[in-house]
């Protein structure tokens, strides 16, 4: 299982045990070795924003960005920092209170949506659209549906 690094804390609550129960739960579901750090991070809309310019192309705020720094992460020592995912406090709030969530869950959401990304999930295609979300649901109801 892979560790993670909270760079700085949000508004809203979160609770690292269920923070760590989703890395343990990812880590049991998907068959990548996870044996290293990411780094979480929040950021204002305008921050993210010029992120998401800048690497996507996509002159708008967004929810999350994930990066992952290698193409494999076989090597890697439980020190070295695979990734990193970076949040919008600010539009976390604003779809918690959309899709009637609390933030904390939403943010849970992301998280879980983030890290599969890392781990080269994507929803591009269909096809890959369902994988993902099959496993977003799988790890949502270990966690959250005991």
């Known amino acids: ?4 690094i909270l ?6 609550n979160i609770n690292t045990k269920t923070i760590d129960d989703i890395f343990k739960n990812i880590s049991n ?18 921050s993210i924003q010029n992120l998401n310019k800048n690497y996507r192309n996509i002159d708008k705020s967004t929810d999350v960005l994930s990066f992952h720094y290698y193409d494999d992460f076989s090597d890697l020592k439980s020190e070295d920092t695979a990734g990193e995912i970076v949040l919008s406090e600010e539009k976390i709030i604003t779809q918690w209170e959309e899709f009637n969530l609390w933030s904390e869950k939403e943010f849970y959401k992301l ?12 929803h591009e295609e269909d ?8 496993k977003e649901l799988l790890i949502w109801s270990e966690v959250f549906e005991k």
């Open 127 to 134: 096809h890959d659209y369902k994988i993902m979300q099959e």
């Open 29 to 46: 579901n998907i068959s990548i070795i996870q044996k290293w750090t990411l780094n979480i991070v929040f950021m204002d809309n305008d």
């Open 111 to 122: 998280l879980i949506h983030s890290i599969l990304h890392i781990l080269w999930y994507d």
């Open 1 to 4: 299982m892979f560790s993670y």
């Open 7 to 12: 760079n700085n804390k949000p508004e809203f």
